[in-house]
């Protein structure tokens, strides 16, 4: 395991207070605000920590209410909706100064046999193709170097590679909303199914709304072209997978509109199994220096 992978599991990991009631910390004060990824994995592990081990979650659906403040702690509190025989169902409320920040609702199931079919895994390059965050950024000489810095710290502890250009590596000509992005974790991760849908829902965050970008030929913040922040986050686990193995992430929007934009997603397993399905919706404006 490397490094940086140790440091990601360490901050998504959380200290409990009392019962159903956790405290969890941020990687850093010196960027503005907190990861919108680290506070819904956070939710979840707290979510998590309250439902017994064999009945992994099967859906999340989340409110990013506020921004969060990196420089102090966040409080989760869980409460038990229910616990029934199939399905166990958990709140999370995420506060920071006294006001929440966050909010979602998990669903956890315990495994049983049904019926079988998924939408096939659309045709992707070989992720050992592809060039890696650091290769990539390496030419982008219009990033300033801050931008980059922050981009590989980011992403140090995954392996993130883009089919084709990201929204901020080729920018001013609109291209089709659709982007694939392969991803693992740098190094192994334990057996705990609960653990890989963690880290997963880290990574969600990171590329979703990139087709909206895409389709305006906006490089989003890292250029400076485009404001924005996560509204709502959705996700729903089909199938068992690992994220410390190769995972396609193919994003599409089909609608952008009033300051929004919405992008939608399928995650499938490298032999083409259909693991998950994400959707998010995020304030999208164009700066006010570019208005009429």
Do not use: C
Not at 240 to 249: G, H, I, N, S
Request: proline share 8%.
């Amino acid at each position: 395991m490397s490094q940086a992978l140790q440091d990601l599991l360490d901050l998504l990991d959380l200290e409990q207070i009392e019962e159903n009631i956790f405290r969890g910390r941020s990687r850093s004060a010196v960027v503005p605000r907190v990861f919108g990824g680290q506070v819904a994995a956070q939710a979840l592990v707290a979510a998590g920590r309250t439902v017994p081990e064999d009945r992994p979650p099967h859906s999340l659906h989340a409110y990013f209410l506020r921004i969060g403040d990196p420089g102090a702690p966040i409080v989760y509190t869980v409460d038990r909706l229910r616990d029934g025989r199939s399905f166990t169902t958990r709140r999370v409320v995420a506060v920071q100064h006294g006001q929440p920040i966050f909010g979602m609702s998990v669903s956890f199931q315990t495994y049983e046999e049904g019926m079988d079919h998924q939408t096939p895994m659309p045709p992707a390059p070989d992720p050992a193709t592809l060039p890696t965050s650091e290769e990539r950024l390496s030419g982008y000489g219009h990033l300033p170097p801050q931008v980059v810095e922050r981009f590989l710290e980011a992403r140090a502890a995954v392996d993130l590679r883009y089919v084709d250009e990201p929204p901020y590596g080729r920018f001013g000509e609109p291209r089709a909303p659709h982007s694939q992005v392969w991803f693992r974790t740098n190094g192994k991760l334990a057996d705990d199914p609960l653990q890989h849908i963690v880290l997963a829902t880290y990574v969600s965050d990171m590329t979703l709304l990139d087709s909206v970008l895409l389709a305006h030929g906006r490089g989003g913040w890292a250029v400076g072209d485009v404001v924005g922040a996560s509204l709502d986050h959705a996700m729903w686990f089909h199938r068992p997978f690992r994220a410390d193995e190769w995972l396609l992430y193919d994003q599409e929007s089909p609608s952008a509109y009033g300051g929004r934009g919405l992008g939608q997603a399928r995650i499938y397993t490298q032999d083409g199994r259909l693991a998950i399905t994400v959707i998010q919706e995020g304030v999208v404006r164009i700066p006010r220096t570019e208005a009429p």
